[in-house]
């Protein structure tokens, strides 16, 4: 006799269920350890790793977050230290967060997603931050909170950099660097060549372009102005356009009047679009696919025209 759809769809919800909480290896996630960020920072000669792990037992108020710490001469030894110290079989297959140290160059940067990707296998929505190694002075202490204030500048920023982003360039990769005051720097990496860090607009204008943002929130015209607004990149020619929607500008300073506060968003752009192409030019990465973009509208035998910026407010 069939079973009527609903005892169907119950039965099958509950199957479902047991799956996912046993992750199909017969051992439940409460028996596991959960990891939920993994956090690397360079310290001198040797590099450490953090483990960010839910806390299935933690009290009631608290971020329901434990660390395990670990060093090793590589971030590979490092992880696998921090994974030996735990009692419970590890679990990555909520990971959501990694931060890789600020100071590595580009071959480190891969080497370290490489390895997440063979250990951890992470979903798409993974984020990846860079972190400074002196914004780390006790993991067991800091873990939990860097883990925290990562997410929720993610959030607030409107920024995403997954995993994937490491290795969709053969020759470069970019991502956001965390700042614990406000905004974030962008970290350009390219291969066989120097990094370059932006700061301030210029970091955010780099995130938009790269694809990595949909939103601006910074002070511009030397700290006197707060603007807002989501934005969307498009390319025509060697035209690079930015649209920008729900623009919201704040003067700062009584001495800002209404015709600086229209003026200075553009002219700001402007500048820094100026700094960027000026530093990125001396790679031959196309790190915000100038190139490609050109290439697309006039072939690959095409001449190069040196992209332009326009900004509008929609």
């Not at 991502?175 to 607009?201: H, K, W």
């Not at 990465?285 to 190139?291: E, G, I, W, Y």
């Amino acid at each position: 006799m069939a079973l009527p759809k609903t005892k169907k769809m119950l039965i099958s919800g509950c199957l479902l269920m047991s799956l996912i909480l046993c992750s199909c290896g017969g051992q439940s996630l409460a028996e596991r350890e959960i990891v939920r960020g993994v956090l690397f920072a360079r310290q001198g000669a040797f590099y450490s790793a953090c483990l960010v792990l839910a806390d299935q037992n933690a009290p009631e108020g608290t971020d329901g977050n434990k660390i395990s710490a670990a060093q090793g001469s590589t971030p590979a030894q490092a992880l696998a230290k921090a994974e030996e110290s735990l009692q419970g079989e590890v679990y990555y297959g909520l990971l959501d967060l990694v931060a890789l140290p600020g100071d590595a160059d580009l071959s480190v940067v891969r080497s370290i997603g490489e390895l997440l990707y063979q250990n951890a296998q992470p979903a798409p929505e993974l984020s990846v931050f860079a972190l400074d190694s002196d914004s780390v002075q006790s993991w067991a202490e800091e873990g939990s909170v860097l883990y925290r204030n990562m997410k929720a500048m993610e959030k607030t920023y409107k920024i995403h950099c997954g995993l994937q982003q490491l290795f969709s360039q053969e020759d470069a990769c970019c991502m956001p660097v965390y700042q614990s005051d406000a905004g974030y720097d962008f970290l350009l990496l390219a291969e066989n060549d120097f990094s370059i860090r932006c700061t301030g607009l210029q970091a955010q204008l780099a995130a938009v372009l790269c694809g990595q943002a949909s939103a601006i929130r910074e002070t511009i015209a030397s700290g006197r102005i707060a603007c807002e607004a989501r934005t969307q990149v498009l390319a025509d020619q060697n035209k690079i356009q930015i649209h920008l929607r729900d623009t919201a500008l704040t003067a700062l300073e009584p001495s800002v009047d209404s015709a600086s506060l229209e003026q200075a968003l553009p002219q700001a752009f402007q500048e820094s679009f100026a700094s960027l192409r000026h530093d990125t030019e001396q790679t031959s990465a196309d790190l915000f696919h100038f190139h490609f973009w050109q290439a697309s509208l006039y072939g690959p035998a095409g001449s190069y025209q040196t992209p332009t910026l326009e900004v509008f407010f929609d």
